[in-house]
């Protein structure tokens, strides 16, 4: 079974242009969450989707930053424009709502290594 | 706001000593969980432990739940090169399905 699935892998543009990530989340997953991790602030929410509608953009940190999820298998983060503190590794990860009595674990893609100059 | 606080923030110990890293918050959680991260590779689930005072065993490593539900501890005994990453215990948001992250024990196993 693929894991989640994160394009481009590595990312480095210059300040003030457009940035756009990429997120397949595992097949019949209902959730899907953005993360952010840099050395200082540690791993950050995003945001995130229940059945590709958003439900919590409290963790976005400004208008430059857009999140969309057209259908159940895809979303994009968008960075526009880009600065050089949003350089970072950019996760995304998908979970299933289950019954375990538990928190539902996430499942993490491999991240976007975004680097703005 | 539920807060996840880890501690050391950083360890570096050789192969074979033990350790232990924690998690503490003021808040009650229904759950806790432990994931390690890799270089170059989203965090990885371990363990969820649900119940206060449980303990679950993964090879070398022990997790307890505290009993009150506010910590949690990692336990690594004998510890090995391949033990070495990031850290972090994560517990459900209350009233939401998103989670909680501490902010990671960094930890490196030295040969």
């Known amino acids: 079974d693929a894991g989640v699935i994160q394009s481009p892998r590595h990312e480095v543009t210059e300040m003030g242009q457009e940035v756009t990530l990429r997120c397949k989340p595992i097949s019949g997953h209902d959730y899907l969450f953005w993360y952010r991790q840099t050395m200082m602030r540690g791993l950050e929410l995003l945001i995130y989707?229940?059945?590709?509608?958003?439900?919590?953009d409290s963790g976005m940190p400004e208008d430059r930053f857009s999140a969309k999820m057209p259908n159940a298998s895809f979303s994009t983060l968008k960075i526009q424009p880009s600065e050089p503190r949003d350089s970072a590794v950019y996760f995304c990860?998908?979970?299933?709502?289950?019954?375990?009595?538990?928190?539902?674990?996430?499942?993490f893609g491999p991240g976007t290594r975004l680097t703005v100059l | 706001t539920q807060l996840l606080e880890q501690s050391p923030q950083f360890l570096s110990i050789q192969e074979g000593e033990n350790l232990t890293v924690y998690c503490n918050s003021s808040?009650?959680?229904?759950?806790l969980q432990w994931y390690r991260q890799e270089p170059g590779e989203g965090p990885v689930l371990l363990v969820t432990v649900v119940t206060g005072g449980e303990v679950k065993k993964l090879k070398r490593l022990t997790f307890q739940f505290g009993d009150a539900r506010k910590d949690s501890s990692l336990h690594i005994t004998a510890a090995q090169t391949g033990d070495t990453g990031l850290y972090l215990c994560?517990?459900?948001?209350?009233?939401?399905?998103?989670?909680?992250f501490g902010q990671g024990t960094r930890l490196t196993i030295n040969p």
């Open positions: 990860a998908s979970s299933l709502v289950g019954t375990s009595g538990g928190a539902d674990t996430q499942y």
């Open positions: 994560a517990g459900p948001a209350r009233g939401a399905q998103k989670l909680v």
């Open positions: 989707f229940n059945n590709n509608v958003p439900i919590d």
């Open positions: 808040s009650v959680f229904s759950s």
